[in-house]
């Protein structure tokens, strides 16, 4: 298995993007990236992605991303893992590359999440649960979060406001990233003001529903040496599985793919929890913030909210979350999602996160989850000297 390095980066804005269609969005990012990593013709796109067909009546997403992105002919292909999408394949991207079947290879995550009406893309997003038993019986997402963050409460003696500062740092973060859709500031008093979607779930619990796209070249590190830019790598990759639904799990308040995919990549990269420097987690729900740090090690059951009452998730605590603005408040073009966490992780490692810049980080952590919890990829990216 050959090193695998980052070379490349490309991204749109995070937002509603009314006068941009699915492939100008796609192959921006593409073209952003491939333009950052300088090494010409790829040898392999891949393109994460969930809604297109739902949303765009639009498939066959390689080959329409690969022709505007002006490298028509090379081999590629839609990857599909839910919101996990984007993570899934760069998961592929980086099994071709470190096993010698390509040199470079683009990983596009893209999604155009607003060409439906809102409750046309919630039951879009619905297609990532059990359709049989829970979209059958009008679960929608929200629906699914709210009852794990229904028992969580009830379980650990937590009260809504407690989840306040998962929705208060994702969004002082995502200040000053101009990719960001939601550059602004909110307060704990806000956060319980806003309208409940489905108790105890608020609007500032939520991730929006956005458009975007993000693009990540990758390359042999040996290639990436001979670059002159600053090194990362890939240190680990693996994803899990859980059961779809919920209700068939053994504990719904582990996310068991999320501690299988975790452990993995930590013995890939042969390192502890306490040796990761920052964590871009899969925030839709600050439930989900919760249950994944206490999956992923970095707190023990029932703590993760502790972590978050403490300030121990800010740019300078013991765990910094969402540091760019996480979903919450970057966005969550979902089979785009994988992908920017990518991007902003190897961004920090690069030193070019301006003034959410972590300073010396050397490992980041990125998880992207797909469904509620059923497919789970875990990446550790490292500063290369």
């Not at 603005?325 to 994988?338: E, M, N, Q, S, Y």
């Amino acid at each position: 298995m050959r090193e695998v390095a980052v070379i490349g980066l490309g991204q749109t804005p995070v937002g509603e993007h009314w006068e941009s269609s699915l492939r100008i969005l796609g192959s921006e990012a593409t073209y952003l990236a491939l333009e950052d990593a300088g090494t010409g013709l790829p040898d392999a796109l891949l393109v994460g992605n969930m809604l297109s067909g739902l949303s765009c009546g639009q498939e066959n997403l390689g080959a329409l991303i690969a022709d505007y992105a002006g490298i028509r002919g090379v081999p590629a292909a839609k990857i599909e893992a839910g919101c996990a999408s984007g993570a899934a394949a760069l998961h592929q991207g980086y099994i071709m590359v470190a096993g010698g079947m390509a040199e470079t290879v683009v990983v596009c995550g893209v999604e155009k999440m607003t060409e439906t009406s809102q409750p046309d893309t919630t039951v879009a997003l619905a297609a990532a649960a059990d359709a049989e038993n829970e979209v059958a019986h009008g679960l929608s997402f929200v629906g699914l979060n709210a009852l794990l963050m229904q028992r969580y409460l009830y379980e650990y003696g937590y009260q809504r406001a407690d989840f306040a500062n998962f929705a208060v740092t994702a969004h002082r973060n995502a200040v000053n990233n101009p990719a960001a859709m939601f550059r602004r500031a909110i307060t704990p008093e806000a956060f319980m003001k806003a309208k409940l979607i489905a108790e105890p779930v608020g609007l500032l619990d939520s991730a929006g529903i956005a458009d975007g796209a993000a693009a990540l070249v990758l390359a042999p590190l040996d290639l990436a040496r001979s670059l002159g830019k600053p090194l990362v790598r890939i240190a680990a990759s693996a994803a899990a599985t859980d059961a779809l639904a919920i209700h068939d799990r053994a504990d719904i308040l582990e996310l068991r793919a999320a501690r299988i995919s975790s452990l993995n990549a930590y013995a890939q990269a042969g390192i502890q929890p306490e040796d990761i420097d920052f964590f871009e987690l899969h925030d839709a729900f600050t439930i989900m913030s919760a249950l994944s740090l206490e999956a992923n090690g970095f707190a023990e059951r029932g703590q993760g909210v502790r972590l978050a009452m403490e300030e121990a998730i800010s740019l300078s605590g013991r765990i910094p979350i969402a540091t760019m603005g996480g979903l919450k408040a970057r966005g969550h073009p979902v089979g785009a999602t994988g992908t920017y966490q990518a991007l902003e992780a190897v961004t920090q490692l690069r030193g070019e996160a301006g003034a959410n810049q972590i300073p010396g980080c050397v490992l980041g952590m990125t998880q992207n989850i797909g469904g509620s919890g059923a497919n789970i990829i875990t990446h550790i990216f490292e500063r290369v000297s």
